[in-house]
């Protein structure tokens, strides 16, 4: 939990990544990667959004292992 997640949600952002497993530190940068690099990554920015890395690259049909070769 971090000050910036608590001022952003409040008393909800107790709730964020209840009943989930933790991830491993590398989806998480291959996210960042892909976000940060990828030509296509623009239409997913903007707004205040909880991206959980795995459910991103699923939802997204984004392979992840492409997105750190990219």
């Known amino acids: ?3 910036t997640l608590r001022a952003l ?3 909800a ?3 964020i990544g209840a009943n989930t ?3 491993h530190p590398n989806e998480t940068a ?3 990667v892909w976000l940060a690099d990828h030509p296509d990554a623009a239409r997913f920015a903007g707004g ?3 991206i959980n890395a795995p459910d991103f690259f ?3 049909d984004i392979d992840p292992a ?3 070769e990219s």
């Open 30 to 32: 291959a996210t960042i």
């Open 58 to 60: 699923a939802n997204n």
């Open 66 to 68: 492409a997105a750190v």
């Open 21 to 23: 497993w933790a991830r």
């Open 13 to 15: 952002a107790e709730a």
């Open 9 to 11: 949600y409040g008393d």
């Open 48 to 50: 205040n959004q909880m």
């Open 1 to 3: 939990m971090t000050d």
